[in-house]
């Protein structure tokens, strides 16, 4: 693993440990995170600091993962993917100040190995997706997705299991 300290006027990746064969292609903003061997990360995807990305995935384009994200080896995240690690967000604080990271509380979420998350899914903060899950395009994840299991809808339901 090496980390990556360098700006450039075509993607932004500061303090971002990756391993070996990594493919970031132009307009990444990643930083404070780690990202596996071989991974393939699109354009326009964004990884906050402390986001982990497994080995052997591919991250499709305007993807956005956010702190408290680990995502498995060997998943699958579709374009436009969108995770929550705050259930209730606020700009504020009571009295009107800026709210600051102490202001909120982190929820942690996990993506399990090999699974696939379709185009245009949000994902809620807390939740995991389990082993070779499948999540339909579209979707809205509000409850946990066992193991082997295709879910989709808003929100997503199970509709059978992978054998």
Partial sequence: MKTITEDSPKKSLTNV?????????????AYGCSIGDRTKVGAF????????VGKDCKISSHTFICEGVKIGDGVFIGHNVSFINDMFPKAIN????????????LVKTEIK???????SVTILGGLTIGFNALIGAGSVVT???????????????????LK
């Fill in 17 to 29: 440990t990756v391993g070996e064969d990594v493919k970031i292609f132009n307009f990444v903003n």
């Fill in 45 to 52: 995807v964004e990884i906050q600091k402390g986001a982990e």
């Fill in 94 to 105: 009571e009295e009107g100040s800026m709210q600051t990271d102490e202001d909120w509380e």
């Fill in 113 to 119: 190995d090999h699974a696939s998350i379709g185009t």
């Fill in 143 to 161: 409850k946990n997705i066992p193991d082997n299991a295709v879910a989709a809808g808003n929100p997503a339901k199970i509709i059978r299991f």
